[in-house]
């Protein structure tokens, strides 16, 4: 026999808006990042050479390099969940028979 399933805790978004949240965060900080690096490409400030590609790359780079380990980070953190939820659900049936 199937369990039902858990109902989320109170407050909780549910997991469709989890997700957009997610990518709308995602979006917000590459194009914080983007501007960070047009910014130091530009080299507004007068004690800097202006346009120099490599202070824009180097903020680019960053910002690439954060976003792409706080989505492997939530990757893993999703796959642990799944399995978590897995292993329960397999004790559950094995306690119901």
Known sequence: ??????PAPPG??????????????????AGWGGLLALGSFLGLDNKTPSFDWR?????????????????????????KLRNQQQKSEVSNHELSE
């Open 55 to 79: 202070r824009g790359g180097v903020m680019l780079f960053c910002s690439g390099f954060f976003l792409v380990m706080w989505l492997l980070a939530m990757g893993a953190r999703s796959r």
């Open 1 to 6: 026999m199937a369990q039902p399933p858990q």
């Open 12 to 29: 909780a978004p549910p997991p469709g808006d989890s997700r957009l949240l997610t990518w709308i965060t995602f979006g917000i900080i």
